[in-house]
């Protein structure tokens, strides 16, 4: 399978305007951090803002939040299009997220611009106020009255989501109920969130989620206009009472990743092309195959095949053709959503804002005790959470991929990196196809300890847990002593515990075999947490019983250095002398 992105966006840039000294100072701080942003140079506010407006996907405005709403007033067009806004005073006190603010990801930017400036972000969206989900923060199209069913939401009335499958949600409050999964019908007395794919009558009481569930396989002749495409797609789906919005991506043959008229039409709507080789379409049973087809592709279906492919799914329209164009329309069951967080080393400014998201995207929390101490302000109300001490990584592990499987939204939460000594692996040891795997990146416990180190990973370096309860001793030596004769700065992670205080000792010696005594080691505890140590020191004088499970040990190669009380390792060598 190949996966063409092919969605549009304006420029990816931040369009950053300012005309006073201050202004442009505070700018400044953020063109140097973020590579996508610039000031735009203009005569005046007005053309500034018109020039980021044309231009940016955002715009952080360094002036008075009334100009800027009297500027760009005569612009506004729509939210989902619209660039987000951020307003910052001359003092960077506040950043005002002035529009755009879940659609256009306003209120992010609002929180990142403080986190750079030292000013207060500024929210005002309602459901943020009171940590409640806004219904267009889940990632998918909404319609229909979003105003007045987020009020009933806001003011406590009773809302009931009635969703086709059992799609993942996040946590809801108490007065939104999810009635039974099963078909849409037609508006009632209430307030109702519908989750469908289909084309249903609405009313003013009523908000439709579309849920990414139609793949729409596309065959062609080589040069199809992507008009004739486009129109054939909407034809079938209009026919077939199904909205556009639903459309996961479009399905495709290899040997048409590359079709302008296919790719064109994935572009417009904003949806990516998924591709798929011959032989993975041929093992799809489809209700009409071609020998035809076989013959000029190598498979004797490609719409109807590349819809089906990839999941369980139901086809609900079979092959439809023009003159140069063949469209088919499957539905993909729900897949439950698996978040693996890594929140960091413990200190919340090391916290990414994508896990920030992540937890208040899942209904269900899963994680170590005292892991979740640190994020429950974070949780929205109604998310389950469920807790488990040390030693139970596997049934966390389980019960996050059994929450998934059955349909829920789930974030599975870890120290540093998921994916380092961390709760990703043995997670997706068993997950399967029915689950979308979402992976949030986190800082180490190795990346913080090396920057209060100093500079100590300049150059290769190998990280190396020092637990035996899972993997045998010599296993666990061979591989120091390979990273000893290897010259690679040796991390430790878990060197040592009460009922384990040799491994570090012998450890030690192994790297000592191919290292002079005075190679700078560091260790680090509790690593921007409470009780913070940093202590360097020598691998000859480094003492073990000043290391426990809370710390990271870092021991130099041949060319770590001790500069200034820092131990840095150099990131190349021709420049010494």
Sequence with gaps: ????????????????????????????????????????????????????????????????????????????????????????????????????????????????????????????TATDAVDLPGLDTLGWPVEGAVAAVSRAILDGEPVTVVADAPWPLPALPTNVQVAPAGPAGAPGVGYRVLVTDRIVPVDGRTAVLRPPSLVAGVGASRGVPAAEVRALLDRVLAAAGLSAASLRCLASADIKADEDGIRSTAAALRIPLTTWSAAELAAVAVPNPSEVVRAVVGTPSVAEAAALRGGDAELLVPKTATAMATVAVARHAPRGRLALVGLGPGAAELRTPRAVTELRRAAVVIGLDQYLDQIRDLLRPGTRVLASGLGAEEERARSAVAAATAGQAVALVGSGDAGVYAMASPALEYADERVDVVGVPGVTAALAA?????????????????SDLHTPWEVIARRVTAAAQGDFVAVLYNPRSRNRDWQLPAALRLLAAHRPPDTPAGVVRNASR????????????????????????????????????????????????
């Design 450 to 466: 090396a920057a209060l180190l100093g500079a100590p990973l300049g150059h290769d370096h190998a990280y190396l847990s020092l």
């Design 1 to 124: 399978m190949k996966h063409v992105d092919c969605t549009e966006a304006r420029s990816g840039r931040i369009g950053l305007v300012a005309v006073t000294a201050a202004g442009r100072r505070h700018a400044r701080v953020l063109a140097d951090a973020w590579p996508q942003a610039r000031l735009l140079e203009a005569e005046s506010a007005a053309a500034g803002l018109r020039a980021a407006w044309s231009e940016c996907d955002q715009i952080v405005a360094f002036l008075a939040t009334g100009a800027v709403v009297r500027l760009l007033a005569p612009l506004l067009d729509d939210k989902r299009s619209d660039p987000a806004v951020v307003t910052v005073d001359e003092a960077a006190r506040h950043a005002v997220a002035l529009l755009g603010g879940h659609a256009g990801g306003a209120n992010v930017l609002a929180a990142e611009v403080g986190a750079l400036l030292d000013a207060a972000p500024v929210v005002t």
């Design 530 to 577: 409470a009780g913070q140590r940093v202590h360097l020191a020598t691998l000859a004088t480094l003492d073990p019983a000043t290391v426990d499970m809370y710390s990271v040990v870092v021991v130099g190669s041949s060319q770590t250095r001790r500069v200034a009380g820092r131990m840095v390792t150099p990131r190349g060598y021709r420049w010494r002398t």
